[in-house]
């Protein structure tokens, strides 16, 4: 297979909609939309606002959106917004990166290995055991105090009294 030039999109180019390239993408204007490219080089003025995915990407600047890529560089001046599947990774110091990242041996398998996160937190939350209680409602702590008899309802000991509904509970008394 012959060797091809990358395609390179300068820091003047504005594209909204996905690029695909199976070869070298250098990136180093706007792009709005999803990114795929078999190597991805964005610059440090280059932002990408959609999914990255790509054999391997190195990233100097902007992207908003998920990574998935089997080798992932972010440089000192990256800075990431979402998160990142990889297989292998590597951070300078410096680097900006607010997301989850996962380690996957074959990241760029399917669309769904993006969404796995999302599925087994949806899959184990947890279910409502009868109607009276909300589901998202933690159990109520028991109190010892109040098996023994007393009226105070502390759970740590304090003897003021519990507030009762329609009162402020942060007011002094």
């Not at 300068?10 to 078999?38: K, Y």
């Not at 041996?105 to 109607?131: E, H, Y």
Request: glycine content about 10%.
């Amino acid at each position: 297979m012959k060797a091809q030039a990358p395609s390179i999109l300068s820091s003047d180019l504005v594209i909204t909609g996905s690029i695909s390239s199976e070869g070298e993408v250098q990136l180093d204007g706007e792009v709005r939309g999803d990114v795929r490219a078999g190597t991805l080089t964005i610059g440090e003025e280059a932002s990408v606002h959609g999914e990255v995915v790509a054999d391997s990407v190195i990233v100097r600047g902007r992207i908003e959106g998920s990574i998935r890529a089997r080798q992932v560089q972010l440089a000192s001046t990256a800075r990431i917004d979402g998160d990142i599947v990889h297989a292998t990774l590597a951070i300078e110091s410096g680097a900006y990166f607010d997301g989850h990242c996962r380690r996957d041996s074959d990241p760029l398998s399917d669309k769904s290995s993006s969404s796995k996160p999302a599925q087994p937190s949806a899959q184990s939350a947890p279910k409502p055991q009868d109607s009276s209680t909300p589901p998202s409602a933690p159990p109520a702590p028991k109190s010892t105090s109040a098996a023994s008899g007393s009226s105070s309802g502390s759970v740590f000991g304090d003897s003021k009294p519990k507030a009762g509904a329609g009162s402020d509970p942060f007011k002094a008394s």
